[in-house]
Every structure is written in structure tokens, then in C-alpha cells.
């Protein structure tokens, strides 16, 4: 053996050198050509924007409805993310430093919300609360009136009591790994926990309680479902009534999607300079043993979480069960019936999205996960581009182009499924990039001593490591693709319905009965996708 041989043995087997060939040039043009395919939608959003007469987008820029559903938008964001910070952070702190009773039931009950589609929370509260919906008819005899559930309050409540789970959970994460002996030092020097909270937990876990505000607030800015059936005019739902409007509706909708995206831009710089130190306070994992003892007070702390359990799943739930008991034996009848084909179309469609995911979700996946350079993390960043893009802002982009350029392909299942690897690609690439990271290099070095080419060791060797990341990512590509309203309502075929297309057929109908087995489903498949979320936990949830 010469004397370079040990050096190159050792190399190959990870032990030392530079292992960053083992992703090859064919891997790299992949990422990035996936990287650009998410980018599109946005290149021809502002190539549309190019056509419009400078005058007239100034003029609709700064007129008093563009002005207002900015300012509505704003606000919307700001209560909700308020809101949700301080519903969340309490919450987080009940269930992982107190002896709260049944801490365990709660810490799962209070993350539930989130398996609730917050449309669907929606249509539920106008059902029950809304002019001629339960609680009305039920207090009218009395002479008693329901204050309005539409507009600003209305919206506001419905997406806090749907969204505030990101913060709970992002903050609970956050107390899970806090060091209590820090705490415990802090309570040594006399400071209550009130004062021990606000001067040594408060600031290290800043990053966790933001990343949830963040989640938020960009949620409820691409949300369109809630809106529109509350009836408050923000970006989304007038974007979507530009949409489907004649003359310059479209033109519209396409400078208002450009103010939305620059909305959610300083959204996300905001975040960025707000954000606490991602490491602070990161030690020895927080004790099981609770550190705040709430005394005679037990019971009565227990009735947040039960209140917010009662209003954010008992209520949806039951009054969708009501429904579906009152329609009776004529719910199969009508124009408007349901259908087992709807579901079987979600079903399907979905998982296509979530096979071609998965597939383009891989190769970014990899090249991120193998190396360090500038193209690798910047293909990746670009990834997330379609995941902070709202819904009616992707289905608008895709819309000009399926016209202009790919009329064959306008409201076509290719379009569909392209525009939910755009908005999903994230979650698969991220779920296999820890699995890449995962991945022992020397058992690749080892593969590659033994004379495998770089495309055997992958097949043999990374593939089946990295297949269970891969499944996770379709699991919640597919659960999330099931429940995506706004892009689904813009691009769906004609003729194509599935669950959320007729969900929303026949409450904008007015038939509230024929959407609840639909809702219920629903309800159920979006449970399926706390599974992974809960098991992170380990045995506390």
C-alpha cells in the first residue's frame, strides 16, 4: 500500500478528508432546476404586473379600497398573532411547568385545534352563532339577540381559536428543553416565579414563542376560507372576487397579490430581527417533576384548557355531528348531494401531490443534506418560497401562465398537483433532509471502498436510510393537500369536485347539512397529521 493509500482509505470511510463528492454535478443541476420550478410562479406574477399600465396600478394602489383592505389586513394580523400569543404561552406553561391536573390529557386536547380546518371552524361558528344559525333560534323566543359573528371580531376569534396551537406547541418545545435549574436559582434570590418568569424564562424562550407568532401571522395572511365566509374584506378574499370578476378584475388581483407578498416579506424581516437567540437557556432538559406548584388553585387554572378544549373542538364537532343527524334520510337527494366520487378525488389527487413531492422533494433534500456550499443552501431557501406564498396569490400566478402560455394545461390535474408541490415541497424536504443528515457517512466511505458507484451507494445504502423521512414528508404532504381550499377552488378542473370544493359549494349555498359528513372527514384526515407532531413529545404527550 503506498503511503497516500491510508489517507485516501480513511476519506472514504468519513474518518477524514473532504467527502463533499459524494453529491455529484447531475444532483446539484436537479435541486436547482426544482428550485427554479418553484420560483416560476412567481416570475410570471411579475411579468403579469409588467403589462399593467403604470398609471392605473398607482391609482389602485393608493385608492381608498386598496387602502382598507390593507389596513383590515393588517389589523386582522395583528389581533390574531396577539391573541394567540397570549392564549399559547399560558397554555404552554400550564402543561409543562405546573402540576396542573391532567396535564397530559391537556397538553394533547389544546394542540388538537389544529387538525380543525379554520374554514371549517368558520362555517361551524356562523352555523351556531350566525343570524339564523342555533343559538339564535334558540334564543330568540326569549327576546335575547346574538351579537354578529361576522366582520372583524368574528374573523378574529375563529382563526385565534384554530391557529393558537403554533405558538402553544413552538413555546411548549421551547419550556421542554429550558434548564430549570436556572429557575431554581432565580427563586433562591426571593424573585417569585412571576418575576423569575419575566426576567430568566421569558428571554430564552423568545425564538420559540416568535417562530409560533411567525407561523401565525403568516398563516392568517394566506388564509382565504375564514375571511370569506366571515365576510371582512382582506387581500385573499378580494383577491379572489378580482379573480373571478371581468374587465380589469384580473389586473387587480394580480397588483393586490403583489401587495400581499410584500406584506408577508416584512412579515418574515420583522421575524428575523426579532427572533431571540435560538440556543439560549438550551441545557439540561427540563425535569418531569412540575416546578410550580399551583396549590388550592389547581382546579381552577384547569379552566383554560378546558374552556379553550370546549370552544375549539367540542363545539365545531358537535354542531357538524347535528348537522349530520338533522339531514336525515334526504341528504343523498338534490342537485347538491354528496358523493363518495368526491372523496375518492381527494383522495387521489392528493396522492399524486404527494408521490411527486416526495420525488422532487429528494434531490434537494440530499444535495442540502451532503453539502455545505452557497447553491446547495440557496436551492433550498427557495423551496420555501411557494410555502410563505398564499394560496390565491400561487393559484393567480398559475392562472396567467396556464392562459398565456399553457392554455392545454389550464384547469387540468397537472396544474393542480404542480401547484401543491409548490405550496407543500417544505414539508417533504424537510423531513428528509434530517433523514440525510442522519445518514452514518461512513457506512457510504465503507460502500465506496468496496467499489460501489456513487448511484449503487445511494440505491443500496441512503435510499433505504432516508425512506422513512421520505414517508413522513408524503404523509403530510397528502393530509395537507386533502384540506388546501383556495388554491383547489382557483385551479380545479371543471367537473372535478372534491371534499373542499363542495364544502364550500353548498355553504355558500346555504346548505349546511350536506356539509357536515364532508367536514367530518376532514376533521378526521387533518387528525392524522398531529400523529408525527404528538409523537415528538415522547412519552409526556
Known amino acids: 500500500m503506498s503511503a497516500e493509500e491510508p489517507g485516501r482509505v480513511r476519506a472514504a470511510v468519513g474518518l477524514g478528508g473532504d467527502d463533499g463528492d459524494e453529491v455529484g454535478p447531475g444532483v446539484a443541476a436537479l435541486a436547482g432546476a426544482v428550485a427554479a420550478a418553484v420560483l416560476s410562479p412567481l416570475a410570471w406574477l411579475l411579468l403579469r404586473a409588467t403589462e399593467i399600465d403604470p398609471a392605473a396600478a398607482l391609482s389602485l394602489v393608493t385608492s381608498p379600497t386598496a387602502t382598507e383592505v390593507l389596513a383590515n389586513s393588517l389589523l386582522l394580523v395583528g389581533v390574531v398573532t396577539s391573541a394567540s400569543v397570549l392564549l399559547g404561552v399560558p397554555l404552554a406553561v400550564l402543561t409543562v411547568q405546573t402540576d396542573l391536573p391532567f396535564r397530559r390529557l ?23 352563532f350566525g343570524p339564523n344559525g342555533e343559538l339564535a333560534d ?89 375571511p370569506a365566509i366571515m365576510r371582512f374584506d382582506v387581500f385573499t378574499r378580494v383577491i379572489y372576487v378580482e ?15 403583489l401587495e400581499l407578498l410584500a406584506v408577508t416579506a416584512v412579515v418574515l424581516a420583522l421575524e428575523s430581527r426579532v427572533g431571540g437567540d435560538e440556543t439560549a437557556g438550551y441545557g439540561t432538559p427540563a425535569s418531569a417533576t412540575p416546578v410550580v406548584s399551583l396549590g388550592r388553585y389547581r382546579w381552577v387554572a384547569a379552566a383554560l384548557p378546558a374552556l379553550v378544549t370546549l370552544f375549539t373542538l367540542a363545539l365545531p364537532v358537535g354542531v357538524l355531528a347535528m348537522w349530520l343527524v338533522r339531514s336525515g334520510p334526504g341528504y343523498a337527494g338534490g342537485g347538491l348531494a354528496f358523493r363518495p366520487a368526491f372523496a375518492a378525488n381527494s383522495v387521489y389527487v392528493a396522492a399524486v401531490a404527494a408521490g411527486a413531492t416526495v420525488v422532487l422533494a429528494l434531490p434537494v433534500a440530499y444535495y442540502a443534506g451532503r453539502s455545505d456550499s452557497w447553491f446547495a443552501r440557496a436551492t433550498e431557501r427557495a423551496t420555501y418560497l411557494g410555502y410563505a406564498m398564499p394560496g390565491v396569490v400561487l393559484g393567480l400566478a398559475l392562472v396567467f401562465f396556464g392562459i398565456r402560455y399553457a392554455p392545454a ?17 417544505p414539508q417533504a424536504v424537510g423531513s428528509t433532509r434530517s433523514s440525510v443528515l442522519g445518514v452514518d457517512r461512513q457506512l457510504l466511505g465503507a460502500a465506496r471502498v468496496l467499489g460501489a458507484s456513487r448511484r449503487r451507494t445511494f440505491r443500496r445504502v441512503t435510499l433505504p436510510l432516508v425512506a422513512p423521512g421520505l414517508l413522513a414528508g408524503a404523509a403530510l404532504v397528502f393530509l395537507t393537500t386533502m384540506k388546501e381550499l383556495d388554491t383547489t377552488l382557483i385551479l380545479h378542473p371543471t367537473g372535478f369536485t372534491t371534499l373542499v370544493t363542495y364544502i364550500w359549494r353548498v355553504q355558500e349555498a346555504g346548505y349546511y347539512g350536506r356539509a357536515a359528513l364532508p367536514a367530518l372527514v376532514l376533521v378526521v384526515v387533518s387528525g392524522l397529521s398531529m400523529i408525527p407532531l404528538l409523537r415528538q413529545g415522547g412519552d409526556d404527550a
Open 409 to 425: 394545461l389550464y384547469q387540468t390535474l397537472p396544474l393542480l398537483v404542480f401547484a401543491y408541490v409548490v405550496r407543500f415541497l
Open 243 to 257: 379573480l373571478n370578476s371581468f374587465g380589469v378584475g384580473r389586473a387587480n388581483a394580480t397588483l393586490l397579490s
Open 138 to 226: 334558540l334564543l330568540g323566543p326569549f327576546g335575547v339577540s346574538v351579537p354578529t359573528v361576522y366582520g372583524l371580531p368574528g374573523t378574529a376569534l375563529v382563526l385565534t381559536l384554530f391557529v393558537y396551537p403554533y405558538v402553544f406547541l413552538t413555546t411548549r418545545a421551547s419550556l421542554l428543553s429550558f434548564d430549570d435549574s436556572q429557575l431554581e436559582a432565580a427563586r433562591t434570590l426571593n424573585d417569585g416565579y412571576l418575576a423569575a418568569f419575566r426576567r430568566v424564562i421569558l428571554p430564552q424562550i423568545t425564538s420559540g414563542v416568535t417562530a409560533g407568532a411567525l407561523l401565525v401571522a403568516l398563516y392568517v395572511l394566506s388564509d382565504f376560507g375564514t
Open 106 to 128: 391537556w397538553t394533547v386536547l389544546v394542540a388538537l385545534p389544529l387538525v380543525v380546518p379554520s374554514y371549517i371552524g368558520a362555517f361551524a361558528y356562523v352555523s351556531a
